[in-house]
């Protein structure tokens, strides 16, 4: 079946620094990938998304890169700011199973310090 | 509202009894999800609905976990005889179906005493 997994947490830097966060990927077919991301006492939003090989999503700053080759979905951010932290989570759908519902990671924490 | 509206935002209940959720989708969406949210299993998948279709209720942990959605919109979803390990934040999502993005409510924190 579809399996997501992502870095351990939690991450800590101090601002301007450079983000990764990897993740990596299990599924049979063509996934739809996504980074959604939960702040401090709220719900789920969706970050970024990307629905096939090569393709790059991008949001505020972040973006992540569909790579088939190496079934990564790595997120990056040039310069973070206080303002994201929070805990942020890798997701795939679909595929050859077709299934819609989300398969999650674990989620990394991110800190990050003035 | 223009979210995915839940309620209620807490629910504390004694073990051995029933409980009940709601989830309220953004309005047109004719997919609707429920997850679960717990410190040891992360984010898992519980059940899906796609308009009128059968629901794909593959992720519900055991047969005390039941899901009803009303009239394409509403769902309910039901735990009977809650255990201790029910303990968790419970996640509504909608979408316009296919792979398009899913949108979360800020979900129910059930407690079990």
């Known amino acids: 079946g579809n399996s997501v997994t992502q870095m351990e947490g939690p991450v800590t830097l101090s601002e301007e620094a450079f983000l990764t966060i990897n993740c990596t990927y299990t599924?049979?077919?063509?996934?739809?990938l996504f980074w959604y991301v939960q702040y401090p006492g709220e719900g789920l939003q969706l970050l970024l998304k990307?629905?096939?090989?090569?393709d790059k999503g991008s949001n505020k700053g972040f973006e992540a890169t569909y790579r088939k080759e190496t079934t990564s979905f790595h997120l990056e951010k040039g310069s973070v700011q206080v303002s994201d932290s929070a805990v942020y989570f890798c997701?795939?759908?679909?595929?050859?199973?077709?299934?819609?519902?989300?398969?999650f990671g674990s989620g990394t924490q991110l800190t990050v310090l003035p | 509202g223009a979210g995915v509206s839940q309620s209620p935002s807490n629910k504390v209940t004694e073990k051995g009894k029933d409980v009940e959720l709601r989830c309220d989708p953004i309005?047109?969406?004719?997919?609707l999800y429920w997850y679960r949210q717990s410190l040891g299993q992360g984010l898992e998948f519980l059940i899906y609905?796609?308009?009128?279709?059968?629901?794909?209720k593959s992720g519900l942990p055991s047969d005390r976990f039941s899901a009803e959605r009303t009239g394409g919109s509403v769902s309910t979803l039901t735990i009977q005889r809650t255990q201790q390990e029910d303990s968790a934040v419970y996640l509504c999502?909608?979408?316009?179906?296919?792979?398009?993005?899913?949108?979360f409510g800020d979900g129910t924190r059930l407690s079990i005493l």
């Open positions: 609905f796609q308009g009128n279709s059968a629901p794909d």
């Open positions: 599924a049979t077919g063509y996934p739809s």
């Open positions: 309005s047109g969406h004719t997919a």
């Open positions: 999502a909608s979408s316009l179906g296919g792979d398009q993005p899913q949108h």
């Open positions: 997701a795939l759908s679909g595929g050859r199973s077709s299934a819609r519902q989300l398969t």
């Open positions: 990307a629905t096939k090989a090569d």
